[in-house]
């Protein structure tokens, strides 16, 4: 029983047996917090970075949940190779660019197909930073590769996850290998993703092949290089939309892992 009326202040019954150690007061997250630091990493992004495109793969949480299909190209039913092993029946797929994973068109929400790209979640530009390392050659088994690495950061409106790839200005594709997140609790409440991260996309990303099937995700490197390899000027923010895809509602683009499908993000303080 809880009330102001109750002689104990409102605090009613305590649990079983915790009676000398529960508080009288829960202090409520401070969504503030999280909002202001989240616009001043995005506006330091925006002071001191470049663009770069980020082809958002689907994964197997994706097909668990149901949004998403196998690749009807690579993940045949009739050369028994995909059934039994649980993999493609080859790499240099473009239409899942080696995730056998495809989205059919659907009518009612214009998603899916070939021409927008079914085989990604969603390719968008957005800026970021990048300290990569020195270049390093590489003997393989396809022959020499070079190699490098770098952490990488943008601004907080969508959340990579591993194996997602990022074009980069100077036509190279990395692949996003590590995740790791800050985050603010500032007061009592269940902490995920979505409620407390505050830098959503620093990662340890991966620089990638050119042999690889990520190389398959338009748009081609020289467009890639034309479109964000740009001028200063005229210094404001440019616009992509006439090449981003998007599969999914912009809200999934952070919080539609089975963990975070639940809770929906604090609004930004700018008030959109
Ligand atoms: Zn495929």
């Known amino acids: 029983m809880t009330g102001p009326l109750y002689p104990d202040g409102g605090v009613g019954e305590k649990s ?27 506006e330091a992004v925006y002071a001191y970075g470049e663009y770069a495109f980020f082809a958002l793969l689907w994964n197997a949480i994706d097909y668990a949940a149901g949004l998403v299909g196998h690749c009807p190209q690579c993940y045949s039913s009739n050369d028994g190779i995909s059934e039994v092993y649980n993999q493609p029946s080859f790499a240099q797929c473009n239409l899942c660019y080696g ?4 989205l059919p068109y659907d009518p009612a929400t214009g998603f899916g197909g070939v021409d927008h790209l079914g085989g990604l979640k969603a390719l968008i530009v957005r800026p970021c930073m990048w300290n990569p390392t020195d270049e390093s050659q590489k003997l393989t088994g396809t022959g020499e590769v070079i190699t490098s690495t770098s952490t990488l950061q943008s601004i907080s409106d969508f959340r990579m996850r591993t194996a997602d790839i990022v074009l980069k200005a100077d036509g190279t594709r990395w692949r996003v290998a590590t995740h790791n997140t800050d985050s603010i609790i500032s007061g009592f409440q269940a902490a995920n993703d979505v409620r407390a991260m505050v830098g959503y996309n620093y990662g340890q990303v991966v620089r990638q092949d050119e ?3 990520c190389f398959l995700i338009p748009p081609t490197v020289e467009q890639q290089i034309s479109l964000l390899d740009t001028s200063v000027i005229p210094n404001y923010p440019l616009s992509f939309t006439n090449n981003e895809y998007l599969n999914c509602t912009p809200a999934q683009l952070i919080g539609d892992d089975s963990s975070n499908k639940n809770f929906s993000q604090p609004a930004p303080i700018e008030g959109n």
């Open 211 to 213: 042999s690889m099937p």
């Open 99 to 102: 995730t056998l994973f495809f």
């Open 16 to 42: 079983l047996g915790n009676v000398r150690i529960q508080p009288y007061f829960l202090k409520t997250p401070d969504f503030y917090m999280i909002g202001q630091e989240r616009m001043a990493h995005d």
